[in-house]
Every structure is written in C-alpha cells, then in structure tokens.
C-alpha cells in the first residue's frame, strides 16, 4: 500500500504537532490557539478574554464590550502552516456571539516510498470553522436572581480534513473527510483573586466521515482550569490591565479517548498597563512570551517547543484588535434614605450598593471596591453592598459625599441630600401644626423646652412674643448682662435681653406705670395684630365687612386681622370662617402665624432649597432656656 504510507506521512506531521502518538484525525485546536496562551503553557480556559475564548473557553465571550478580532500565524519546523482568526460581536449587556475558523496545512512535502524512492508530492490541511456565543447566567429570565456572573458559552464546530497529491497519491484524496461537534464552556467568578473555567470539547461524540469510508472519532476532552491573581486585584470577574498585576494559571486536559492527562501551567505578569511577560510549563514543554497592548491592538509572541527535538520550537505571531481601552464606570446606588430626605436623629443609616457599569470587559469587572462617606471608610460586603451609619450633628442641611473606588483607581461619587429637622416629644406624626413647628425650630426661629417638649397647646406669654420677633428678625442679644427696661423685668428675667432688644426696636411697649407684665397670656387678635406690624402688611383705614363670622367691622383688631386674612396667614387657625380672637392665642397658632411671615418663610425656604448642593445648619439653640 505505498499510496497509504505516503497517506501516513503526511499525517505523522499533523500528528507529531498534536503531540499524539495515535493515528486519529488531527484537531488543529490541540495544538493550542493565541500567541497569549501558548506563552503561557496553554492556559487559557479560566482566563477566556478577548476573542480567543471562542476557541478555548466560549463563555469569556461573554466578557466582551466592543468588537473584538484576533489572529495568529505559525511556521512548524518549517514545513506546516498554522493560522487562526476569530472575531467577537457583543449583543447587549453580557453577551455576544462569535465566529472563527482555524487552518493547519502543509506545503508540498516529498514522500517517500518504503524503498527510499520517491512517490511524488503531497499536501495535506485540517481546518475547523467556529461559531460560538455566550452570555452570562443572569441574563436568562429562569436564573435572573442569581447575583454573581457566571458566563456560559457554547461552539458548533465543523472540521474539514483533505489533501492533494502528485504522483500515484490517490489515497491521500480519499482520506479526506468532514465532520461536526461542539464545546460547552463556563466561568465562574469564585472570588475577587480566583476565577475556575471548564471546557467540554466535543461534547456530541462525532465523527470525520472520510471519503474512503474509514471514519475517525471526535473525541471528547474535558479541561478545567484556575486562574489566580497574585498580585493586585480582579473583582468579581475578569482581568484589569491597567495596573500591576500578576497571574498563576493551571489548566488541566482530561481526554476521553485512552491519552494521558496533561498539565498545563502558566504566569502572565503585567508590568505596566501595556507590556506583558509570560512563561508556563505544556505538559514537560518550557514556553515563554511577550505582549504589547497598544492603540487599542494588542501583539503576542510565543515560543513553544513540541517534544525533545530543537527543530521543533515554534515561533507563534498573533495580532488582536480589543478596540480603544473603555474606561470602567462604576455608580453608587443609594437605597436608604432617600435623597431630599428628612431626618430628626444625630445620625442616619446610609446604605446601598456600588453598581459595575461596564466599559471593556477585557479589562474586567473592578475588584477591591472601596467605599468612603463623608471621607470615612465604610466596609463593603462580597456583593459590593454597602451599610453604616453616619452622625449628623447638626440640625440643618446635609450634604453626604459618598466616594467608591476600585484598585484599578476608577472611581464614582454620589451626593445625598439630608435635611436634619428639630423634633418635639409631644409633637407627634400627623399633628396640624408638625411643619411648622420644626421648620421654625430648625432655622433658629423658635425653641422648646429642656425636656424637650414645645407644649403646642399652651398659650402664648408677652415675653415669649418678644423672643419670637427678636429671633425673627435675627437681632443679636447683647453680651453683657441684660439692662432692666420694665420695671417687673429683672435682669435675671431668662427673657431679659429679648425684651430689652424687642422695646429698642420698637416691636414691643409697655403699660402705663412701667411694666410689661411677661407672663401674661397673649389672645388671638392682640397676637395677629403684633405680627402683621411686624410683617409690615398694608391694611385699609376701615373695614366696613367683617372678615369672619366672630369679628365685628368695628372691632379694634379688625383691620390687622383683615389684613392678615388677605396675606393667607389665618388659614389654618380659622375653622368654618371663625376666629375666636378673644382666645388665648396657643403656641403651635403663634408659630403657623409666624411661619407665614415673609421672613420666616424665606429661611424655610431656604432650607429646603437644594440648589446649592453644601451643608447650612442652623444656629445653635441654648436647651436650658425655655423660649419661643
């Protein structure tokens, strides 16, 4: 059978590349694909990024943000062609599809007959076209709850082997064949140090179908592997190129079909951003290579020995394109408290979670996220959540910058807007007059009590008017003692300097004789009429309707309290177009009547004006004293 043996020779150069010593059909994959992964021994199943996984691990393509290209051209001891190209297409958010096509070929060979005599020429290729996807686990409705990345990833695959010869060669043209199989990969993120990838070669157990009838086996491989990081960190996935790093890789092939396992391990070290160095260990083979990230390409060599023979060292080329480098987005979600939120504690529980938008997943998912509030390092759980709690103590505005970076140094920010109100024991939720009385608490306008009540329900005393205005109008009290203006005030009086600054200002006078009687209760006329002097509000000289059911034209306050009623400032303590004006004015009345004032509610407004995104807090207030 000379024409076989020719057959055979042709084919022990194939075989003498797949390193076997079997005579099955030759799967050019065996040989290894990308320049990157032969440089470090073969390792490539839990690394999977750009678009050689489609090749070695079809889930990393998963990983892919942008197009992606990859190729690679070798010379075996000069006599066998090996080329490979492969292109990635990403489809939305964690997934993408791909195709690729491999090729090992010989030039014209002179064969040889069992004599030594010459039987012509031959040549003889295999080939195996890809076409693969792959996505991660969660983006399929049935596993969407599933919060890590797992990626999954699949290959249809068709191989084509023939060859041609001069000569009395026919026999190599009826070996030729075609066949089909697939690969089922996975990558899973098991920490931010420690990626685990797993490859099913030829999972459908096929066959090459030769034209002279004799068919080959597909057979299956199964190979696993780890990637660690040793240096610097990954995150939840996939490799950052922009910093140091350092990675140990070991794969681990487990053919199906009676050949010995095989080791495989590998180290790739980052240097910079841009410049790789590798080595690694093919099952007893020492390889070693070298790669530059550039402009958005990215160029590898290898050198690959197979076997003891010096000849056989392979130099391996491949030139990638990864598209221009996308800088990561990181985003801080803030679940609790809501922004623009009102607050009545010294500290507030801030939680959320650092959200990974991402830019070029060959750079990976950013790892070793950091999270700082107000400057404070705040710890930050596996899933990249997020809880503390935060003193605010002050009562007023807040602004909280929230910072959360990652060890590649991508960085985001978030503001949270707090406003911290005064609170009052016995002003509960839902209570009429509740705004008003910590809005006017909180910009300083009023006080409550030492044991911190405000006593909505009691009425309103001369000199409790007389601190309202003075710290309406934001008077300064003077620094030394205060001067007895009345002659039933003391200087000990806790209003004293109120009532002394009220009667220079003119907000307030006298009785005849000198006194000013402070502990007298003020009713709801003699109140209304005081603020809307103070309020400078413009008032007929008549009033000729009454301006409520209980409020004769003619009476004295009549005209304040029209006034007053025009200004809006009576709604809510008039009920169904009663006053009541001889009533004791209350002090949850006094303090709505003031709220309306032109000058309060622009400090309240104030406060809660968010245009201005930085922190004003209120004066601070003496809790010894019991004052409005």
Same mark, same amino acid.
């Given at each position: ?48 990024? @750009? ?238 290579g070298v790669g530059i990230r550039l402009a958005g390409l ?13 000849? @056989? ?141 405000f006593r909505p329900e009691r009425t309103l005393t001369r ?86 059911? @209980? ?78």
């Amino acid at each position: 059978m000379k024409n076989m043996k020719q057959v055979l020779s042709l084919i022990a150069v194939l075989i003498l590349i797949g390193g076997t010593t079997h005579a099955q059909v030759a799967d050019p994959t065996s040989l290894g694909v990308g320049a990157r992964a032969l440089g470090m021994g073969r390792t490539y199943v839990a690394v999977a990024e @750009d678009a050689d996984a489609l090749f070695m691990n079809p889930a990393g393509l998963a990983t892919s943000g942008n197009p992606k290209l990859s190729t690679m051209y070798g010379s075996l001891m000069g006599d066998v062609n090996y080329a490979v190209i492969g292109g990635v297409y990403p489809l939305g958010e964690k997934s993408a599809i791909g195709a690729g096509f491999i090729n090992a070929s010989t030039s014209d060979i002179m064969l040889m007959n069992s004599d030594g005599s010459s039987a012509g020429a031959g040549r003889w290729g295999s080939s195996v076209v890809f076409l693969s996807a792959g996505t991660a686990l969660n983006q399929l409705k049935p596993f969407s709850n599933i919060k890590k990345d797992i990626l999954i990833g699949g290959s249809f695959k068709y191989f084509s082997t023939g060859g041609t010869g001069s000569n009395d060669v026919a026999d190599i043209e009826d070996a030729a064949g075609t066949g089909y199989s697939a690969d089922l990969g996975i990558l899973y993120p098991a920490t931010e140090y420690l990626n685990l990838g797993l490859n099913l070669q030829n999972i459908l157990g096929s066959k090459v179908l030769r034209t002279s009838g004799v068919n080959e086996d597909l057979p299956m491989n199964i190979k696993v592997g780890g990637r660690i990081c040793l240096l610097g960190r990954d995150g939840e996935s996939y490799t950052i190129h922009n910093q140091r790093r350092l990675y140990l890789n070991a794969d681990y092939d487990m053919p199906q079909n009676g050949r010995e396992n095989i080791t495989h391990l590998g180290m790739e070290f980052w240097p910079t951003g841009s410049f790789a160095l590798r080595t690694g260990l093919d099952g007893s083979n020492l390889t070693a290579g070298v790669g530059i990230r550039l402009a958005g390409l990215e160029l590898n060599y290898a050198y690959h020995p197979f076997g003891d023979v010096q000849e @056989d060292a392979t130099h391996f080329f491949s030139i990638g394109y990864l598209g221009e480098a996308l800088q990561r987005v990181l985003e801080v979600q803030v679940d609790t408290p809501s922004d623009k939120a009102v607050i009545y504690d010294d500290n507030v529980k801030v939680s959320g979670r650092v959200n990974i938008i991402e830019g070029d997943p060959t750079q990976g998912p950013a790892g070793g996220i950091t999270v700082k509030i107000d400057g404070v390092n705040i710890a930050v759980a596996e899933d990249n959540t997020f809880s503390a709690n935060i003193p605010v103590d002050k009562v007023g505005k807040k602004l909280l910058e929230i910072e959360a970076q990652d060890t590649a140094g991508d960085r985001a920010t978030a503001q949270l807007r707090l406003v911290r109100l005064v609170s009052f024991d016995d002003v509960p939720e839902g209570y009429w007059a509740k705004s008003p009385i910590e809005n006017t608490g909180t910009v300083g306008l009023i006080e409550g009590y030492p044991d911190k009540t405000f006593r909505p329900e009691r009425t309103l005393t001369r000199a409790e008017l007389a601190t309202l205005l003075v710290r309406a109008k934001g008077l300064d009290l003077p620094q030394r003692n205060a001067v007895k203006v009345f002659n039933d005030v003391p200087a000990t009086h806790w209003a004293a300097k109120y009532i002394e600054v009220a009667k220079r200002e003119g907000l307030v006078t006298g009785y005849p004789g000198g006194a000013f009687k402070p502990n007298n209760q003020i009713n709801k006329a003699e109140g209304i009429a005081v603020l809307a002097r103070f309020e400078n509000l413009r008032m007929a000289a008549a009033v000729y309707d009454k301006p409520f059911a @209980d409020v004769r034209a003619n009476f004295w306050a009549a005209r304040y309290i029209q006034a007053a009623k025009d200004a809006g400032m009576l709604q809510q303590i008039s009920r169904n177009n009663y006053l009541y004006p001889t009533k004791e004015l209350p002090r949850s009345e006094a303090v709505k009547l003031l709220s309306t004032t032109g000058l309060a509610s622009g400090k309240i407004d104030k406060l809660f004006d968010w245009g201005e995104l930085k922190s004003e807090v209120a004066p601070s207030a003496s809790p010894a004293r019991a004052a409005l």
